[in-house]
Nanobody, 125 residues
Framework: QVQLVESGGGSVQAGGSLRLSCAASGLTYRRYLLGWFRQAPGKEREGVASIDSDGSTSYADSVKGRFTISKDNAKNTLALQMNSLKPEDTAMYYC???????????????????WGQGTQVTVSS
């Protein structure tokens, strides 16, 4: 049974930093994608960053240069370091896992089979 459990959300002032973590278990993909998505109230879920089993990363334009995705294979964890946070980064953040082969794109929700329950990030101005 696949489980993805996020942690690390919270409230921070604009310009601050947060680090999100996702503990993954039960994944059986030989090659895979791990991603971070976010969803603000009244908006669609959007891709933020992804990393594949080889370590290649992709970022949404809105977070490039501010967010860094990483993974620790030994600990089966995924992280998202978020710096220079802006009020528009406020959202529920989800980690996700899916197969490596193309199925919509690395920042497309269709690419991912499994989702965590989410962790809230609130950035105040």
């Amino acid at each position: 049974q696949v489980q993805l459990v996020e942690s690390g959300g919270g409230s921070v002032q604009a310009g601050g930093s947060l680090r999100l973590s996702c503990a993954a278990s039960g994944l059986t993909y030989r090659r895979y994608l791990l991603g971070w998505f976010r969803q603000a109230p009244g908006k669609e879920r959007e891709g933020v960053a992804s990393i594949d089993s080889d370590g290649s990363t992709s970022y949404a334009d809105s977070v490039k240069g501010r967010f860094t995705i990483s993974k620790d294979n030994a600990k089966n964890t995924l992280a998202l370091q978020m710096n220079s946070l802006k009020p528009e980064d406020t959202a529920m953040y989800y980690c996700a896992a899916g197969p490596w082969f193309w199925r919509g794109g690395v920042l497309n929700t269709a690419q991912y089979d499994y989702w965590g329950q989410g962790t809230q990030v609130t950035v105040s101005s």
